[in-house]
């Protein structure tokens, strides 16, 4: 099993829909979750830290399961500016940072 | 305040050439990552430090690539004999540890 697993789409949504995407990850001593979004040809940039109680900004909701080892992204309202690739991120307790694959995200006008 | 940065930001080389990248991580940042990411793939890590030391060189692809860190601050990837599989973006970012990473803009290495 892959240490940080995520779907790579592409999702193609239309703009103002509701879109949500999962990344399992293998490790349960993981301790740090982070969403990161990447546009082509960029660099990856911080979307937001994940916490266990989950936590919202502005549409973007990110959530943790520990128990099924799983964090998700919820993004409300869609704009065509959302789209991106999305890279879950998982911090192991050495510091070491795993980085999922990426899942595609395209918003259709 | 200055983010992370790299330098060259563009890099064209002949094979079997060595090159060097620098990254210069956000002031304070005691953890620096080099990872490098192929056009249209997912990002490759390729070593960790914390300070000046690298306790995860796990992702170096052979013993063509190397990396030094100086003084808790620059750190410099050196590739030699250069192939065009080295051909990629290569990221570099730094954080404080147990925090979020900051990514410089990469270096985009083309070996011809």
């Known amino acids: 099993r892959k240490e940080v697993e995520q779907d790579p789409g592409p999702f193609n949504v239309p703009e103002g829909a509701t879109v949500a995407f999962n990344c399992t990850y293998s490790?349960?001593?993981?301790?740090?979750f982070f969403w990161y979004r990447q546009d082509c040809r960029k660099e990856p940039k911080l979307l937001m830290s994940?916490?266990?109680s989950g936590n919202e900004d502005g549409r973007f909701t990110a959530q943790l399961n520990r128990a099924s080892q799983y964090i998700s992204l919820l993004i409300r309202d869609s704009k065509l500016s959302d789209s991106a690739t999305y890279l879950c991120?998982?911090?192991?307790?050495?510091?070491?940072?795993?980085f999922g694959k990426g899942t595609r995200l395209h918003i259709l006008p | 305040g200055a983010g992370v940065s790299q330098s060259p930001s563009n890099k064209v080389t002949e094979k079997g050439k060595d090159v060097e990248l620098r990254c210069d991580p956000i002031?304070?940042?005691?953890?620096l990552y080099w990872y490098r990411q192929s056009l249209g793939q997912g990002l490759e890590f390729l070593i960790y430090?914390?300070?000046?030391?690298?306790?995860?060189k796990s992702g170096l692809p052979s013993d063509r690539f190397s990396a030094e860190r100086t003084g808790g601050s620059v750190s410099t990837l050196t590739i030699q004999r250069t192939q065009q599989e080295d051909s990629a973006v290569y990221l570099c970012?730094?954080?404080?540890?147990?925090?979020?990473?900051?990514f410089g803009p990469g270096t985009r290495l083309t070996v011809t």
């Open positions: 970012a730094s954080s404080s540890p147990g925090y979020e990473q900051y």
């Open positions: 490790n349960s001593a993981s301790q740090s």
């Open positions: 994940v916490y266990s």
């Open positions: 991120v998982v911090m192991n307790r050495d510091d070491k940072i795993i």
């Open positions: 002031s304070g940042h005691t953890a």
């Open positions: 430090f914390q300070g000046n030391s690298a306790p995860d």
